[in-house]
């Protein structure tokens, strides 16, 4: 299989120049996570399952090749239009080459669980930044549902993995608050005779459990004496084919919110974001720090809430974040911090210790990133403290994304506000979240170059 683009290709810097009066309505791609879980869902569902608003950005595609190479019929329809013909739970085929998630920790932690259903040997790998994350926290409980998984040192990729004939029932608390090992026990339960729970201390993501009930499965959830969610699937259902229409991605319109927010004349909405009340940390904490976001028509749409959000140039304040909203928001502290460095007053972010296995050590690039335009910033062990002085970050500086989207997005959106242009010295990790960034920020009137 190919070499993915980006681990040889030569890196595309970029520089965002301060800006004014951003305006206009846009739409933001569709959920990565809902993304990544229609089309795998789709693929262990017998029939066609028709799905609307897909991100056509690089991890999801990775995502469709890989069910594709399982033996799952995965066509384009129409932007965004996708059809899935599955081959039921635990129906897929032996892939007969090594399965490439690109940098995709959802795709390649929630195929694992996919995998997990199938008692053949399936062979992962993923960019140079998805094969230094960990991949024990889902070989672990997929170990003890009957996996065999053989990794490299610490559990990392390229590994491979044999599933069980039938997947073991089990019950799991998990370790670190992640959808994503939640979500790869339930897909490898779906295999499984009878009940099998996760119990989450801290509620993550609700995609999967929302969209396993859209195809016929059934999933409770009840509170343990502790607080705790237990989430519980019965095994081996049938699942019905269905119709799944995906929202915008909060955690993408989150970059054009704040850009709004933080340039002096603008006023941007951003239709058909979805507003899962797991995924709206971010909102809450800029609301806090006194920004003029309001949400219209909000409305339902495929058993998820989704609204038009309306940003407008604020004063924002500093504030301290709590460590119990970071699920609800974990891919949104690099945007947060840009935010909190034109800010007037010190904001403190406490809980982050897992930004540092995300697409990169979050934690150090985004105080790097922000020491590099002016802003002054430090990490603890698990927080992260931001001063800003109510002025403009000055801005001039390059930073290191690491081939990492989000630290990318965030700090072009700093550059907007600052008072010298601010580069990144790579973009292109951008396709894989939302690949017309550039373009859509400049149709609200942004500069790059
Ligand atoms: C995701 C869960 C989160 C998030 C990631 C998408 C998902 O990861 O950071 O971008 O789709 O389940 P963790 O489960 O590792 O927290």
């Known amino acids: 299989m190919a070499t993915p683009a980006h681990d040889t290709a030569t890196p595309s810097p970029l520089g965002a120049a301060p800006a004014r009066n951003l305006r206009g309505r846009v739409r933001v791609p569709g959920d990565k996570s809902m993304s990544h879980r229609a089309l795998m869902l789709g693929a262990i569902t017998v029939g066609a399952t028709e799905v609307t608003g897909l991100l056509e950005g690089d991890d999801v595609l990775a995502t469709a090749r890989s069910l594709a190479a399982m033996g799952a019929t995965i066509e384009r329809t129409g932007p965004g239009a996708w059809r899935v013909h599955g081959r039921g739970v635990a129906g897929l085929a032996e892939p007969d080459d090594v399965l490439d998630l690109g940098n995709a920790g959802t795709g390649a932690r929630l195929m694992l669980g996919i995998a997990a259903q199938h008692p053949f040997t399936a062979f992962f790998t993923g960019d140079a930044s998805l094969r ?136 941007v909405t951003v239709d058909g974001v979805g507003i899962n009340p797991l995924r709206t940390g971010l909102l809450e904490t800029l609301r806090a720090m006194g920004a003029g976001i309001t949400l219209e028509n909000t409305r339902d749409e495929g058993g998820e809430p989704v609204a038009d959000l309306v940003a407008r140039s ?73 001063v800003g002085t109510g002025a403009p970050p000055a801005g001039g500086g390059t930073v290191i994304t690491h081939f990492d989207h989000r630290i990318a997005m965030a700090f072009l959106v700093l550059g907007l506000a600052a008072r010298c242009a601010a580069r990144v010295d790579d973009t292109r990790a951008i396709a894989t979240s939302f690949p017309d960034f550039v373009p859509l920020m400049t149709g609200l009137g942004a500069t790059f170059a």
């Open 314 to 386: 604020s004063a924002l304040r500093g504030v301290e974040v709590p460590a119990a909203r970071a699920p609800s928001m974990i891919d949104e502290y690099p945007v947060l911090a840009v935010a909190a460095a034109c800010a007037t007053g010190t904001t403190v972010m406490h809980g982050l210790a897992e930004l540092k296995v995300k697409e990169s050590d979050r934690l150090a690039a985004i105080v790097a990133g922000l020491r590099a335009n002016g802003v002054e910033a430090e990490a603890g062990a698990d927080s992260l403290t931001v």
């Open 132 to 267: 230094r994350r960990p991949m024990g926290r889902v070989a672990t409980p997929l170990r003890a549902m009957g996996a065999r998984i053989v990794a490299r040192a610490g559990d990392r990729l390229p590994l491979a993995i044999t599933g069980a004939a039938e997947p073991l029932p089990i019950a799991y608390r998990l370790p670190v608050p992640s959808a994503q090992i939640k979500s790869a026990i339930l897909l490898a339960a779906l295999a499984a005779p009878g009940a099998t729970s996760v119990i989450e201390p801290e509620p993550t993501r609700d995609h999967t459990e929302r969209m396993l009930r859209h195809f016929g499965a059934e999933v409770n959830v009840t509170i343990e004496a502790d607080g705790a969610r237990r989430v519980t699937l019965i095994g081996q259902p049938e699942l019905r084919p269905a119709r799944l229409v995906v929202p915008g991605d909060p955690s993408s319109a989150a970059f054009p919110l704040v850009a709004a927010l933080i340039t002096p004349g603008s006023a």
